[in-house]
């Protein structure tokens, strides 16, 4: 699968500069139940464009940050970003917003895109060695070949939502690990083979 091979990867200084455009982004058109998810793409020429979500109120014209960030790139004259999209005529992939249901695999190989929700909060993403091995003289509970370390581990907790629930619906989809630390109030995910526990 071409998404778990790039999550497997470490993130480069690219990724990251499109991570913090995203959150840039939201972060100052952030409204709760309005604007809540941020965008960024990078396209051939190597210019980034961002986008956040237009939520509800548009109706059933709710539109994803994705989309926004597409429709300036295009209106920027990108239009092969827009043209080389791998969808045929009549393909469904609306179904909740406007591109909520666009496959990452649709995009040409050349743009990269990132979504952000900053109502995740991110306690641990990608860790490096020395830093797992810092956390694991500090703490129990930290594996030695930690998925964090290949960058295929998040440990994240939703303000307002709780953290069984979180987890419960992540054992649900049955794929990756899921690890539930209730004292700690976070939840484990990572895109190893499906397995479940509590910390
Ligand atoms: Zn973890």
């Known amino acids: 699968m071409k998404h778990a091979a790039k999550l497997g990867k470490k993130l480069g200084k690219a990724e990251k500069e499109l991570i ?32 956040v979500n237009l939520d509800a109120y548009l109706g059933r014209m709710a539109v994803c940050a994705e989309a926004v960030a597409l429709g300036r790139a295009f209106v920027d004259h990108e239009h092969e970003v827009i043209e080389e999209l791998q969808f045929r005529p009549g393909q469904r992939v609306l179904d909740v917003g406007v591109g909520t249901g666009i496959s990452l695999d649709a995009y040409p190989p050349y743009v990269h895109i990132v979504g952000v929700d900053p109502k995740f909060s991110v306690i641990s993403g990608y860790r490096s060695p020395q830093t797992n091995a810092r956390l694991r003289e500090r703490s129990t509970g930290v594996a030695q070949h930690s998925l964090h370390i290949e960058g295929r581990a998040i440990d994240v907790r939703m303000p307002g939502v709780d953290c069984a629930g979180l987890a419960a619906c992540a054992e649900d989809l049955k794929r990756g690990g899921v690890g539930y630390y209730r004292a700690s109030d976070f939840v484990h995910l990572d895109t190893g083979r499906f397995r479940t526990w509590r910390g």
């Open 20 to 51: 913090a455009a995203a959150t840039k982004a939201i972060k100052q058109r952030y409204r709760d139940d309005w604007q809540e998810v941020g965008a960024a793409l990078r396209t051939r020429s190597g210019k980034i464009f961002t986008g």
